[in-house]
Structures are given as C-alpha cells and as structure tokens.
C-alpha cells in the first residue's frame, strides 16, 4: 500500500518535471537554410533558457527542405505519430500555409514564428497562431515610413518570383494603390539570377521616386550594387525582405548605407531582454541574430510554457495560447482575432535604417532612435 | 508453366495483402507512406514505357506530371469541379501537351533529344510561374477540402482519412502495371521495343517510327498525368517547382534506373529502395536506430554530428547511390537479381 | 537608348562569362560525347575554391585563377579517370544520371561543409564602374573577367590548333576511332580534355565570383545555361561556343528589359529549341548526329 503511495506521490511530483515534446518543422536545408538556421538557434537557446526556468521540453526536429509538402509529411508525422502537445514553426510562407491546414485537422497547436504571407491567418483556423506581423503591415510600414518623410508618387517593385516575394509585394501594390502612389513597374526576377542590370535600367528609365524590393540576402546585396552600378536612384530603397535585414547586408557598406527595410525586431528595441539575447546569440554562434531568431525564441518559450501549463494536452495548449499575454523579447504578446485575422499576434513592425554601417530604427516613433536619412544621398 | 502459375500465385498474394492492409494498419503516417510508394510506383511504369521499352528517354516528363496537378487543382479550385471530372479534363489537356512536344523532341535523338525534354519542362514551369492570372504563379494553388464522392446520392467517402486516398493509389499503380504488362505482351510492345534497339532497322522494317514513339509518348503522359491530379488532391497544394520542375523529373527517371528499365517490376523494385530510403534520411529514423542499437552513443562526437547532418545529408546519399547504381549495376535492381538467378542455375547444372 | 545600351553592354560582359563556361562544356562533349549534367557543379567548386584562397589567403579573385585553373584541371581529370572512363560506351541516360549524382555529391558535400549560407566575395572593386556616357556604365569587374575569358579563350584556340595534344584532342573529337588508329591514345585525350574543360568551368566561376554570389546549389542555373549556349554555338566548337556564350548573355539581358525579368528564361529555351529544330548543328558546328 505505501509503495502505490509512494508511487503515486512521485508522479504528481515528478510530473511538471516530465518533458513536454513539442515539433519543430524548419528549413534546415535546401536553399531557405541559411535564415532556418535563426530560427534553430533561437530555439536552441530557448531550450536552455526554458531548462533554467525549470520547464523540460523533448523537442522533435523536422526539416521540411523548404518545400511545402515535406513540410506537410512532417506535420502529419509530428501530429499522429509523435504525438506533440505543439508545432513551432514551420519558417517559409509556403510551407506554413500548406501546414496550417494539417494543423486544423489534426488539431494540433501551431505557433508559426516568422512567415509573412497573411493568408495564413486569415482563414479562421482555430488551431494556427502566428507570432510575427504579417506581409500587409512589411507594406504599410513601409510606405508609412516613406510617406512620413517625404512626398513620392512613384514606385517600381523588383522581386524574387516565389511565393514570398510574389505575395509580399501583391500587398504592397494594394497598399500603395490605396496611398495614390503609382506603379511605374513591376519586375519579378528568377532566384539565382546573376544579372539584373537590364532590369534595374529599366527601372531607371521611368524615374520611380521609390523602389520597392523583396528578396533575400544574396539576391539583396546584388540588386544594390547593381544599382549602384547602373546609377538608379530613387528617393528610397526600401527593402521589403528578409534579405534586408541581415548583418551581412549591413556589412556591404559601399552599398547598404540608408536603405530602409522593415524588421520584426531589433537588439536595441526597448522590449525586455532583447538586447541580452542578442548580445548571447553573438557570443554563442558567432554572428548577429536576424529576427527571425528572436521570433522562433519567443514561439519556442511561449509554446513550452504553455504546453507545461496544460500538461500536454493539445485542447488546453490551444486555449492557453488563445487566452494568454506575454511580454518578452518580442514585446506584448498576444494572440487575437482582429480585421479578418484570426489568432494573430498584433505586432508592430520597426522600420530600420542602415547609417554607418548599423541598423537604426527610424519609424513608428515611440521605437525610434535616430532621424532617417531622406532622400536616398546621391551614389559616390 | 508452373513458373507463370508461381509468379501470378506470388501476385494475387500481395494484392489481397494490400488490399487488407489499411484494417490492420491504422496509423495515418504508415498509411501516407503506402501512398507515396504508390505514387513512386505509378510515376515510374509511366516513365518506363516511353524510356524503359521505346528507349526515349525523356528527362522532362515532370511536364506531364504538371499538367494533370494543375488542371485538376486549377478547375477545383476555379470552379470547384470535382477532382474525378477534372482528372479526366487533365487527360484530355496532356494528350494535347504530349503530342505537341512529341511533334518538337521526337525529331530528335539521343542527346539532343534529352536536352529538349528539359527546355521544353522548363518552359512549361517557367510559364506557370509567370501567367499568374491562370495558375497563381509562384504562390501555387492550395485545395484541401475535397468534396464528398456520391454515387447515386449516397456517400461513399468525405477523403477525411487516407484510406480513400490508399485505394486510389493502390489502383493507380496497379492501372500502371497492367498497362506495362499489357504492351510487353502485344504487338505494341514489339514496335517499341524494336525502336528502342535500332530505330533505322525498325524503319527499315516498315515500322512507323513517328506513330508508335508518339503512342508511347500519350500513354506514358497519360499515365503520369493521371499520377500528377492524384498528388494534386491527396497534397493539396501544387506550385511549379514541385511539380514542373527538372528535379521531379530526374527523381522519376531515377525509379526505373535503379530498379531496372524496361522491366515489368524495375520502377517497383525502384520505388520501394528510394521512398523508405528517403524518408527514414530525412526524419530522423536512421539516426535514432543506430543510438537505439548501441551501434552510436548518442553524446559522442560521431552520434551529434549524424544527428545534426544526417538529415541534410540524404540527397547526398541519393547522388552515391545513383553512382554507385550506373557503375557496378546499370541494368538496375531487376538486372542484378536476374544475373543472381541465372547464375544459380548455371551452378546447379 | 541608355536602356539599350545598358542591356547590350552588360549583356556582352556576362555572355562573356557563360562563353567560358560554355566552352569547357562543348569541349566535354566533343571529345566524349558526354553530356555532363554535373558542369554547373564544377563551376560551384571553382567558386568555392576562389572563396577559400581570397578569405584564408586573401589572394584576389582574379589573381587566383592562376591556382585554380591547374588545381579545377586535375579534379577534372580524376573524375574522368576514376567516374566517367567507365560509362563512356554506356546509353547516353546513363551518362547522364553519373553525371547527375556526381553533381548531387559535390553540391551537397560542399553543403554539409561550408552551409547553405549564401558567401559573397567584397573586393574594393565589386561594385567599380566605368562610366562611358549617356548614362551607361560599365561593371569594372565584369569587364576584367571579360578580357581574361578573352584571352583564355585565344590560348585555347591556339592550344587547339598549335600543339599536338591540342591536335590529337581534335582528332579525338572529329572521330574517336580513327584517331585512335593513327595511334594516338584516346584514354588520354578524354582525360585532359574532362580536366580542361572542368579548368574552365571552375576560372568561370573564379572570374563572376566578385559580382555574383556563392551557395552549393548555383551549379543547377549554370548547367542548363551551359547547354543552350553549347548547342546554339555547335557541339565541340570552341568558337561556336564563345559566340553562342554572347548571344545568350545578350538575349538574356534585352529579354529582361525589354519583356521582364520572369520571361527572360524561355526566351532562351525558346531559342534554344528553335536551334535544335532548324539547325541542331548550331551556328559553327558541323552537321553530325
């Protein structure tokens, strides 16, 4: 009899000890690996983080490639055979997409960190919680930015023709139609294309007072020093990807300086810990976190805690994600039902500047730390 | 005769084993990988009839593929036709797509005619991508909700399962087979094959080349088309690099290499070495074995670096394994079990 | 105008680039007879070895073309010796698929090596210009990468047309047979000319290092490209391929500009199909199946 107590004692002891298994789906390789690769190593700190705070998670890793219907087997593996109380992840728009569904079917919580595409949110999906602002606000705070700071008329859009460029500037376009500014051109390019100079020529030739870009970093540094070359040059860059907000971008100073891009977080940010956390992601892997990393860190605490809360079951995760507030690196948190979204976090977006080689947030104001740079200085 | 007798015995025996299986095993994620097996299965009796038997080996059939994807996706989600009309609409619509680029490739050989299969699949995807207005271009088309299927007003399945989708598969692939095991025993199969061996001799013969490499190419487009509409309603989501692009194209063709070309079985001996295979990579099943079974610690530096790689690693064990495919057995797997048999029996005489 | 201008120019500039790449692809084909799917991957690892020797040794892009030429010649010639030899009889899918997963093992090792981090190579020029009036400008680094490909290019021809290996690899090319009749050792020829060709892919990719960027799967993008451009030129001639290498950059370019950017791809496939139709010869080739 005392061994069944004692038994039953050390399972209601040991039992917010157990470790809560939660999925990851992330690209860890194939061609989105190098910005999946933030996102993994935000989690891993997380993971570290969440060990400290006395919460144990079994974390099933799935690499969904970047295409979305190996994104879509992994969910399915995830959800029938492992079992996981939560989903963080996955990282494209794609592949999200595809997955949220599954996840609404199957119902299992999914925190999706970082994809743009607002659909996602957008269909009334009880079980699809996205923490990051999705592609309409990349567009509004844009063009916001710009508008705030000048007066243009113009743009030309260039960008990557996959699902996230393609969907990132549809928004854009709607946005700007509605701020009366024209469009002088629209030129989506092929991924890995080496050449874009006849392009941008051409973009020239209409005299956009801004150029709207959507891409990432390789095809980023690219376009600019191609314009650069070509002599383009509008009232702003605004660089409307995530090839924009990279350390890497900001390294190329002989083309970087003043573009303006939009970023779902920065170290300097005045939300809690978020300078700490970039000051560990540096030290710990050796380079500047993007806010990709952030956002999956954020995901990752949220989830677990969370998960722990309802001791696993999917039902009471869900509802805990719904009702729940948060307040961390990512600022306040909370997932609502807003404007035809559903379960989305309402986050500001910053809009950022590269002057002297850092990224300064220069928009919405209560964020801002420095005075933008407008218009774009002529090229030496 | 008794060896026809065993072999069809051996046959229906699988068959009735698979027909049963979805009782037994109601795992879902078991269930999906039985319909990726069959998908594999299908694309590559497809492939192996223009490649295998006419020897026309075409590196773009995801073009085919494509068509039947999109226009069964396209009309549902359009016009919400449902997939088993819109299925027939892709026929239609590749029998159209076959014949035109039969009328481009097949004045071609060899190389040549390779490296038009692939310019004219990539033209297919490129166009995908840029006539937004018709495909949704690069965002692709996401349908997931499938209409229920009635026959005279009663309700046979709603597809919330996959059990449905296991039986479309498992007839699928039989369709395949039947069709493969069907030509190898007519005239039709003669006419391929004697093109396939010495296209000028099979001329001189009065063979009408352009005829039956153009019937071989409609019945492998059909074939594959039909395979293209199921992944279309089973995935749910089709964009052109998936299922137009040039490495779908090579992963097809890659089937009936390593299982054996222009053999009856070569593309399911091949599907059944290439679907586990790649899946147990990418998950991380092999990992997790080799721990399991003492083989690998799990904290020493070999375990953490299988683990973190293994996973990314698996299309580099493909391209290993397609070299070590063409260097030591390019006659497949079919090739190389029948080389063990006929050795046996030299050896027992 | 400038638009014009701008397109032809840059156009001539990166054609310049693909003629090289193009070349080492119909010399390939010539002499063997093989269609090397994996040449975009060569072009990868000529890529990468640039990006060592400029990060860890901080020798110039171009000035390493000097280590890399030799260093791409002998990886070529052991892949020839060790992979290709054995398939050179084989049916062409055959080939095809060696050369396939060969690609797929060199991309996805260098993957598992460096990452999938896209590296870019920043020298003080990457970003240089010439300004030649009217309001275009000519890449300063493209246009170096140019004049070398140009003079790699005569060195070829006059290795070709000088020399007796050079020779004896025409002959090998013009019929393998007989060549190997009048003695000389085919075996041979192959391998000097796989390491040649694979020495030019990989300068190639020495040469767009400065201005293009380095990930292990750009090989894919250049492997077709090198295709079109070899069958458009002729199979296994070194000028048709130069010539095919400036028209493709050029279409490419005024395709971009004067259609867009997403079509620019199928009008070269397009073209491409139109050679193989009318004249699969291509312009300087000879007629040969």
Redesign the interface.
Known sequence: MRKHLLALGAVFVLSPLMAQKIGVINS????E??IG?NISNGIKLAEEDLIKKGIHVQLV???D?G????S???M??LA??DNVAGVVGPYTS?CS??VA??AE?YRVPLLIPAAA?EEITRQGLKHVFRMNAPADRYASSLIDAALGLGKPKSVAF?YE???F???TSKTAKEYVAKKGIQVVAD????K????????L??I??KNPDLVFMVS???DA??LM??S????LQPQAFLGGGAGFTTA?FA??R??SEDVISCTQWTDDVNWPGAKDFGKRYKARFGKEPTYHAACAYESMMIMAETARNAGGDREKTRAGLKAGNWNGIMGPVRFADYDGFTNQNNHPMLVQQIQGGNYETVFPAPFATRKAVYPFPKWK | MTKTLLNAAAFLLVLGALLVLPRYMDSPYALHMMILLFLSISQGQSWNILGGYTGQHSVGHAAYFGVGAYTTMMLMQARGVAPWIGVWAGVAAVVVVALVIGSICFRLRGPYFVLASIAVAEIMRLSAINLTGLTNGAEGILVTDLPAFKIGGRVITDFMTKVPFYYIGLALALLTLAVTWGIERSKLGYYFQAIREDQDAAHSLGIHIALYKNIGLVISAVLTALAGSFYGIYVGFVDPPTVLGLDLSVQIMLICIIGGMGTLYGPVLGSLVLVPLSEALRSNMVTDLLVKSGLVSADSKVGIFLKENLAHAHVLLYGILVVLVILFMPEGLMGFLKGLTSRRRKEAV | MAVFMQSLISGILIGGVYALIGIGLTLIFGVMRVINFGHGDILMVGMYLTYILFTFAHIDPFVSVLISFPLMFLFGGFLQKVFINRVLNAVAQNQILLTIGLGLIMSNTVMLIFTSDYKIITTSYSSSTIQVGGGVSVSWPLLVSFLITAAITAALYWFLLKTDTGQAIRATAQDRDAAQLMGINVKRMSIIAFGLGSALAGTAGALISPTYYIFPQVGSVFTLKAFVITVLGGMGSVVGATLGGVLIGITESMSAAYISSGWKDVVVFVLFLLVLLLKPSGLMGKSRT
């Open positions: 860890m390789s194939g061609p690996a190098p690769e890793w799935e690499d490639t295409k979305p219907q190996i879509m087997s992994a399915e593996k029938t055979r794609a997409n595809a569904k599954l079917k595409k260039i023709n996959t699902d460029g393609t969907s030129e989506p390019y092929p890995g294309a080496a050449d874009y100079r006849s392009t020529a051409k020239k030739s990432y970093v390789a540094i690219l020093r191609q650069k070359e070509v002599g890497e390294g190329e002989a083309i």
